[in-house]
């Protein structure tokens, strides 16, 4: 299992075979993040120009685009085009095309491929090959996800109880109390319970030391 691709690695090649796939000048994967859509792999025949390519993310983003398949074959007779605020190397795209992978990832939204060239209709030909392929990438990463946190989960569950373990010793308690005490300094500092386990591991011992309510658990 440990010598699979993680979820970014698997990332890029999908995106460099995305690029062998489909012939274009640029490729970015596209997933939602908190605070929108948010291209979190771009690939360039030419310099990748970042903050180009989220400008034109929020412009799709704001009017849906991200839901189903969209393609523009001639950016120049597109109002909306002309009329962000790109910068010069963006002014060469002549059309691009949009498919979300259908399926859905822990982000719950589906992860959307954007492909764009600098000649008019470069994709006329590519939607249905570009439907296929995002829709089985989509799965290679819903898959490559949901593996790597279940093992997030099993080692989350494990470190636990090497914590509770080191409590139980440390204090002379039982294993409930020691999952017990855990928990509220997890609730109470408002911190992840495998990140409060992590310090009992890396200390030995509940530090700072138990507050009067952790203590009281222990009668």
């Given at each position: 299992?440990?010598?699979?691709p993680?979820?970014?690695t698997?990332?890029?090649a999908i995106?460099?075979y995305?690029?062998t796939?489909i ?5 970015a994967?596209?997933?939602?993040t908190?605070?929108?859509?948010q291209?979190?792999v ?6 990748p120009?970042?903050v180009g390519?989220?400008?034109v ?16 074959d ?13 910068p010069?190397?963006?002014?060469t ?15 719950n ?6 492909w ?23 799965l290679a990463i ?24 080191i409590l ?6 039982s ?12 609730q ?10 992590d310090e009992?591991i890396?200390?030995g ?7 009067k309510?952790?203590r009281?658990r222990?009668r």
């Amino acid at each position: 299992m440990h010598n699979q691709p993680d979820v970014g690695t698997l990332l890029s090649a999908i995106a460099d075979y995305g690029m062998t796939i489909i012939p274009a000048d640029g490729i970015a994967i596209i997933k939602r993040t908190a605070g929108g859509f948010q291209p979190v792999v771009i690939r360039e025949v030419y310099e990748p120009d970042i903050v180009g390519v989220e400008q034109v993310v929020e412009l799709v983003a704001a009017e849906g685009g991200f839901q189903h398949v969209h393609r523009v074959d001639d950016l120049s007779q597109d109002r909306r085009w002309g009329k962000l605020p790109l910068p010069g190397s963006l002014r060469t795209w002549r059309s691009f095309l949009m498919v979300a992978s259908e399926r859905q990832t822990q982000t719950n939204a589906p992860v959307t491929f954007v492909w764009w060239s600098r000649r008019t209709s470069a994709f006329a030909d590519q939607t249905d090959i570009a439907v296929l392929f995002a829709r089985a990438a989509g799965l290679a990463i819903h898959i490559v996800d949901t593996r790597d946190n279940l093992v997030q989960a099993v080692l989350a569950r494990h470190r636990a109880g090497v914590a509770q373990g080191i409590l139980m010793s440390r204090l002379g308690c039982s294993r409930d109390q020691a999952i017990a005490m855990l928990k509220h300094r997890s609730q109470c500092t408002n911190r992840k319970l495998r990140i409060i386990a992590d310090e009992v591991i890396q200390i030995g011992d509940l530090k700072p030391a138990p507050t009067k309510v952790e203590r009281d658990r222990l009668r």
